[in-house]
Nanobody
Framework: QVQLVESGGGLVQTGGSLRLSCTAS????????MAWHRQAPGKQRELVAA???????NYADSVKGRFTISRDNAKNTVYLQMNSLKPEDTAVYFC????????????????WGQGTQVTVSS
């Protein structure tokens, strides 16, 4: 019903920057919260940053001041600008949205992207 495609991951040195993008497509009626989560090897998936449709944001303490989440509602796209990257930021980053499909406009569903690898070398 709703598909998410992520891009922008890769390998970067400590202190470098990357920008992740995630675009939603398919049978979309409305998109509410958009977020990025990450999962490092052997660890639980954690919320990195989230943004509401009205652009209210929240961040994990570990990324405050370094990462910025934004969205383009016209393009159904969410971005994560990551600056001053650290080795501990190494993880698979997943896009997550809460959306209502056209087939069920009064019901919200969670959708996940396939994940994109971010590796920060020391």
């Amino acid at each position: 019903q709703v598909q998410l495609v992520e891009s922008g991951g890769g390998l970067v040195q400590t202190g470098g920057s990357l920008r992740l993008s995630c675009t939603a497509s398919g049978d979309i009626f409305n998109i509410y919260t958009m977020a990025w989560h990450r999962q490092a090897p052997g660890k639980q998936r954690e919320l990195v940053a989230a943004i509401t449709r009205s652009s209210t944001t929240n961040y994990a303490d570990s990324v405050k001041g370094r990462f910025t989440i934004s969205r383009d509602n016209a393009k159904n796209t969410v971005y994560l600008q990551m600056n001053s990257l650290k080795p501990e930021d190494t993880a698979v980053y997943f896009c997550h949205v809460v959306a209502s499909p056209g087939s069920s406009p009064s019901v919200d569903f969670p959708y996940w992207g396939q994940g994109t690898q971010v590796t920060v070398s020391s």
